[in-house]
């Protein structure tokens, strides 16, 4: 599995878009990039996922770029019930175990 | 569609008595896993089961049984619980699909031993 590497934790106000960087140098060919969100007392949840470029849904937006090593994942327009913890996961088709690191802690203020 | 239902949620063991952490899916998912958080700490996989009647290791198994009947259930067995198993254990499935490495948590059980 790749290792990720992602800042501890981040500050932010109500209204204001986060960007989460993760590192993962040494991820395969065959990886996917996932991104799963925690609120204290819950399991995670999945946010969005992708390969190469760029991931759009409903929650969040996911940035790739060519050669990657890194991925980024932008919530827009924040609000205080985005107050979580963020991992972000690498994995390929043949991995069934997936790797949480500890995570970012997202800290949303009004 | 329930999901993944996890039961107990709460849960006291004194040292060296055992139970069973139950775990259900109704998504008909292939793939299930068991997970433990620790204080600040993200999950470390214990089991996991690719299907019915396989089951294996995952990062922190010791003290841990697994077994895996049917398609839906995924049981957690701790036959000695000592006090660093004290954690919160979270119950995943997802499935098969080519690529997709989407897994759909439980609540959480929070163990306690003292």
């Known amino acids: 599995l790749a290792k990720t590497t992602q800042p501890i934790s981040m500050d932010s106000y109500e209204g204001q878009e986060v960007n989460i960087t993760c590192s993962h140098n040494?991820?395969?060919?065959?990886?996917?990039i996932t991104w799963y969100q925690q609120f204290p007392s819950q399991g995670p949840r999945f946010i969005i996922q992708?390969?190469?470029t760029k991931v759009t849904n409903e929650v969040a937006s996911l940035f790739i770029p060519a050669d990657r090593k890194s991925s980024t994942l932008s919530l827009p327009r924040v609000s205080l019930s985005d107050t979580a913890v963020y991992y972000c996961?690498?994995?390929?088709?043949?991995?069934?175990?997936?790797?949480f690191g500890a995570g970012t802690t997202v800290t949303v203020r009004a | 569609n329930a999901g993944v239902t996890q039961t107990p949620k709460f849960q006291v063991l004194k040292t060296g008595q055992s139970m069973t952490l139950q775990c259900a899916q109704d998504?008909?998912?292939?793939?299930m896993s068991w997970y433990r958080q620790d204080p600040g700490m993200g999950l470390r996989l214990i089991h996991y089961?690719?299907?019915?009647?396989?089951?294996d290791q995952g990062e922190v198994p010791n003290g841990y049984n697994v077994s895996r009947s049917t398609t839906e259930d995924f049981p957690l067995r701790l036959l000695s619980a000592a006090p660093s198993q004290t954690s919160v254990y979270f119950c995943?499935?997802?499935?098969?699909?080519?690529?997709?490495?989407?897994?759909?948590f439980g609540q959480g059980t929070r163990l306690t031993v003292v």
């Open positions: 995943a499935s997802s499935s098969f699909r080519r690529g997709d490495t989407e897994a759909f």
């Open positions: 998504m008909n998912h292939e793939y």
């Open positions: 089961s690719v299907g019915a009647g396989i089951t």
């Open positions: 996961l690498v994995g390929g088709i043949n991995d069934y175990k997936l790797s």
């Open positions: 992708g390969y190469k």
């Open positions: 040494n991820i395969a060919t065959n990886d996917y």
